[in-house]
């Protein structure tokens, strides 16, 4: 190789690309024959009956199965059918779902039921005297404390 350096005041002025003469007059006129002369391409899906009633079927098959899969919505049960339900059955199901009265007492339902005093003489009536005179011993060592 050739160890001799470039110095760029050596090289030569002259510009090495070259322009026919009017290219650029002709040049706009040659870019729009170029536009106007390719064919316009038509959409890859068009409409079709057969499209259409595929579309259709497919749709109403996602309905049914949609209609068919979603739960109805239960409303209130009212008193009547819990009026028919003993309280021996009420006692059960809690103790197998292991629920206790004071779980019971938390909710603002059963609160509620307790505001009126037939509801409590109704619910202690039944109860065995020593029992709730050992409750109400408990409840009130607990709060003087």
Known sequence: MDNKRIRLDDLKKETPFSVPDGYFDEL??????????????KPLVGWSWQRSVALVSAMSLVFLLVWITVPEKQGA???AP?????????ISYLEEEDMSYYDLSEHKVVQHAFD????????LDGMDSEFIRQQIIESTVGETI
């Open 77 to 79: 049960l009212g008193q």
């Open 82 to 90: 819990l009026a028919d339900i003993s309280d021996a059955s009420i």
């Open 28 to 41: 706009p006129q040659i870019i729009q024959a170029k536009i106007t002369s390719e064919p316009v391409r």
């Open 116 to 123: 009126n005093d037939t509801t409590i003489l109704h619910y």
